[in-house]
T-cell receptor, first 109, second 114 residues
Framework: DAKTTQPNSMESNEEEPVHLPCNHS???????IHWYRQLPSQGPEYVIH???SNVNNRMASLAIAEDRKSSTLILHRATLRDAAVYYC??????????FGTGTRLQVFP | DTGVSQDPRHKITKRGQNVTFRCDPI?????LYWYRQTLGQGPEFLTY????????KSRLLSDRFSAERPKGSFSTLEIQRTEQGDSAMYLC????????????FGPGTRLTVT
């Protein structure tokens, strides 16, 4: 299973942008990059995913490096409700998700 | 659409007892997944169904674990002869055939084995 590396924790102030990095140097050409987040006492929730091009949705943006060996999840304006553990996941052709330990994001008012 | 539901939300059992958990996926989602999460770790994949067929099982799923999805609707996860190491949060997720990339997770069942 392809592996990802994320910082254990990050901090942000409310209403500031947050850039959550992820390294995946062993990514293969067919692996999609997925991001999920897990709020306290809840199951994970899908945030965004991409293959090669940058992606935007209502929750976040995903910036993928040209060599695809790293990616960055961007929260444009952090809110207190964005405090969660963020998981970067490489997904091959199978349906299962392989979670790492993620990045715990703290947001301060 | 009420989302993925799991029952019970909490279960305390004594070592050696059998337990069964239920998961009701989002209606019309044909794919259903079970994960296990221990404190401080990300969820670990256990098994996956497409309709009623169990397509993949993790090596983590020992012989004491069995999962079923009769008629391709709800699913049950049974743990026989529970051990203290089975204490964890058991998460269920579902996804549709057309949007398979997005898994919707339930709130989980927290199991404590004493």
């Amino acid at each position: 299973d392809a592996k990802t590396t994320q910082p254990n924790s990050m901090e942000s102030n409310e209403e500031e942008p947050v850039h959550l990095p992820c390294n995946h140097s062993t990514i293969s050409g067919t692996d999609y990059i997925h991001w999920y987040r897990q709020l306290p006492s809840q199951g994970p929730e899908y945030v965004i995913h991409g293959l090669t091009s940058n992606v935007n949705n209502r929750m976040a943006s995903l910036a993928i490096a040209e060599d695809r060996k790293s990616s960055t999840l961007i929260l444009h304006r952090a809110t207190l409700r964005d405090a969660a553990v963020y998981y970067c996941i490489l997904r091959d052709g199978t349906d299962k998700l392989i979670f790492g330990t993620g990045t715990r994001l703290q947001v301060f008012p | 659409d009420t989302g993925v539901s799991q029952d019970p939300r909490h279960k305390i059992t004594k070592r050696g007892q059998n337990v069964t958990f239920r998961c009701d996926p989002i209606s019309e989602h044909n794919r259903l997944y079970w994960y296990r999460q221990t404190l401080g770790q990300g969820p670990e994949f256990l098994t996956y169904f497409q309709n009623e067929a169990q397509l993949e099982k993790s090596r983590l799923l020992s012989d004491r674990f069995s999962a079923e999805r009769p008629k391709g609707s709800f699913s049950t996860l049974e743990i026989q002869r529970t051990e203290q190491g089975d204490s964890a949060m058991y998460l269920c997720a579902s996804s549709s055939k057309t949007l398979a990339y997005e898994q919707y997770f339930g709130p989980g069942t927290r199991l404590t084995v004493t």
